[in-house]
C-alpha cells in the first residue's frame, strides 16, 4: 500500500509540475488560431504544434479538471513562457489577441489600402476588391457605386485573420450608426449628403470652418457654379491612375466626372470617408452669401468672399505670401 501511495504522491507531483511549470518551444512571438467548434484535442494539438505546450496530454488533463470552462475560439498571442494552467486560463477567459487600426478622417479608400498592406494585415488589390462591393451599404444608399464615403473613419480591433469583406463590414456598420445618429428626424438624401460631406473633409481641418465650407458648395450647386474644387481633381486623377503629388493643368482640363474643374453639380459619389463634424456640416451648412474660399496667407484657415473681386484680392494675398516663403 505504501508503495501504492508513493507512486501515487510521485505522479501528483509530476503532473502538477507538467501543468504550472513555464515552458516555451518557439522563438519570437507566435500564434495560435483556434477555430470556432475545436474541441480540447484539437486545441491542444495546435498548442503543442506552436510550441505553446510541451505534449497535448497535458492539456487534455486542465481540460478533465475543469470540465466546466468554456473554451473560447479566436487567436490568441504567446510570446513568453507560460504554464499550461496561463495557457488553459487565457483560452477560458477569452484573452484574444487583436491590433488596432486607425482610419483617419479623409482617408480614402486607395489611403486606407496602403495603410494595411503597410501593417501587414493585408494586400492593397484585396482590400480595393472589396471597397468595390456596396451591397453591404446598397439598401442606405442606392446610388452607391462603391464604399467610398461609407467606411467611416474610427479606431478597428483586428486580427491577422481579419478579412478585407469583414473589415469592410465593420466600418460601413459603424457609419450606419454614426448616420442614424446624426440625421435623426431628417429626409436628407445620404448619397448626395456623404459626398458633399467628403468634400468638406477633404478642404479643411479646422471644425469652425465646415459649415462655412458647406455653405459655400450650396449656393454654388444652387447658382449652377461649378464647384471647383482641388480634391475632386486630385481624386480623379487618383481614379485614371496618373496623380503625380500635385495638380497639373492635364488635371483640371480632365474630363473624368469627378473632376469638378469641368464638370458641374456634386462629382458621382464620395472622394473620401468623412467623419461626423463634416457630415453635421452637409447636414447642417451655414446661411451665408459666400461663393468662394481661399487659405490664408498663414495657410492655417480660409478667406470667405461673397464676391469675385474680394476673392481675387484673396487669392493675390495667398500667393504672395507663398511666393515670400518659398523665396525664403
Not at 57 to 69: D, E, G, I, K, N
Not at 96 to 122: C, H, K, W
Not at 201 to 210: I, L, M, N, P, W
Request: charged share 20%; hydrophobic share 40%; net charge neutral.
Amino acid at each position: 500500500m505504501k508503495k501504492v501511495a508513493v507512486l501515487l504522491a510521485i505522479a501528483a507531483l509530476a503532473a502538477g509540475w507538467a501543468l504550472l511549470s513555464p515552458y516555451r518551444g518557439f522563438e519570437g512571438d507566435t500564434y495560435v488560431d483556434i477555430p470556432r467548434g475545436t474541441g480540447a484535442v484539437g486545441i491542444a494539438q495546435a498548442l503543442a504544434d506552436g510550441g505553446v505546450i510541451r505534449y497535448p496530454w497535458q492539456f487534455w488533463l486542465m481540460r478533465a479538471t475543469h470540465p466546466s470552462a468554456k473554451l473560447q475560439a479566436g487567436e490568441y498571442r504567446f510570446a513568453t513562457a507560460a504554464s499550461v494552467r496561463e495557457v488553459f486560463d487565457r483560452i477560458a477567459r477569452g484573452d484574444i489577441f487583436y491590433f488596432e487600426f486607425t482610419v483617419p478622417e479623409g482617408s480614402n479608400i486607395f489611403d486606407i489600402a496602403r495603410a494595411l498592406e503597410a501593417q501587414g494585415v493585408m494586400a492593397v488589390e484585396d482590400f480595393l476588391s472589396a471597397a468595390t462591393d456596396a451591397s453591404s451599404i446598397r439598401d442606405l444608399a442606392p446610388k452607391a457605386k462603391t464604399l467610398e464615403g461609407y467606411l467611416f473613419p474610427s479606431t478597428y480591433r483586428l486580427s491577422h485573420h481579419t478579412t478585407p469583406a469583414q473589415l469592410c463590414k465593420r466600418m460601413t456598420d459603424e457609419f450606419r450608426k454614426e448616420w442614424n445618429r446624426l440625421a435623426a428626424g431628417q429626409t436628407a438624401e445620404v448619397h448626395r449628403t456623404v459626398t458633399l460631406a467628403s468634400l468638406i473633409e477633404k478642404e479643411t481641418g479646422v471644425a469652425e470652418e465646415r459649415p462655412l465650407i458647406a455653405g459655400v458648395f450650396t449656393n454654388r450647386l444652387e447658382k449652377g457654379m461649378r464647384l471647383e474644387c482641388d480634391p475632386t481633381t486630385i481624386y480623379a486623377a487618383l481614379l485614371d491612375k496618373r496623380y503625380r503629388g500635385a495638380i497639373h493643368r492635364s488635371d483640371l482640363a480632365s474630363a473624368n466626372p469627378y473632376n469638378t474643374y469641368q464638370n458641374a453639380g456634386l462629382p458621382p459619389g464620395p472622394i473620401a470617408n468623412p467623419g461626423a463634424q463634416a457630415l453635421t456640416a452637409a447636414l447642417h451648412p451655414a446661411e451665408t452669401n459666400y461663393l468662394f474660399f481661399v487659405a490664408k496667407p498663414s495657410g492655417d484657415s480660409h478667406h470667405f468672399s461673397a464676391s469675385i473681386a474680394e476673392h481675387e484680392k484673396a487669392v493675390e494675398a495667398y500667393r504672395r505670401a507663398s511666393h515670400n516663403r518659398k523665396a525664403n
